[in-house]
Nanobody, 124 residues
Framework: QVQLVESGGGSVQAGGSLRLSCAAF????????MGWFRQAPGKEREGVAV????????YYADSVKGRFTISQDNAKNTVYLQMNSLKPEDTAMYYC?????????????????WGQGTQVTVSS
């Protein structure tokens, strides 16, 4: 059974940093896409950052480019999201996802496995 377990969310002030972790169990992500998505209250889920775990290529939403960095540790089956210069508009539930099927890597509905989410709250 595949499990994705997120951790690292919390509350910070604007300008602060957080690092999210996503550990994959029962699943070897060494050659597939894994990514981070977020959903704020009343808004649609959106793609934040994705990594091709086989080649290390990364993809980012325009709203987080230059502030967020996605990375991987294949030995630990873990993907990270380093979030710097956080803004109040980054406040959302952040989800890890894996097993992408499709052509647009930032489209959330193309992913098969999901974690339970971790809350990120940024205050002004």
């Amino acid at each position: 059974q595949v499990q994705l377990v997120e951790s690292g969310g919390g509350s910070v002030q604007a300008g602060g940093s957080l690092r999210l972790s996503c550990a994959a169990f029962g699943y070897n992500p060494s050659s597939l896409y894994m990514g981070w998505f977020r959903q704020a209250p009343g808004k649609e889920r959106e793609g934040v950052a994705v990594i091709d775990t086989g080649g290390g290529i990364t993809y980012y939403a325009d709203s987080v480019k230059g502030r967020f960095t996605i990375s991987q540790d294949n030995a630990k089956n873990t993907v990270y999201l380093q979030m710097n210069s956080l803004k109040p508009e980054d406040t959302a539930m952040y989800y890890c996802a894996a097993d992408f099927r499709g052509s647009e890597v930032l489209h959330w509905y193309l992913y098969k496995y999901w974690g339970q989410g971790t809350q990120v709250t940024v205050s002004s």
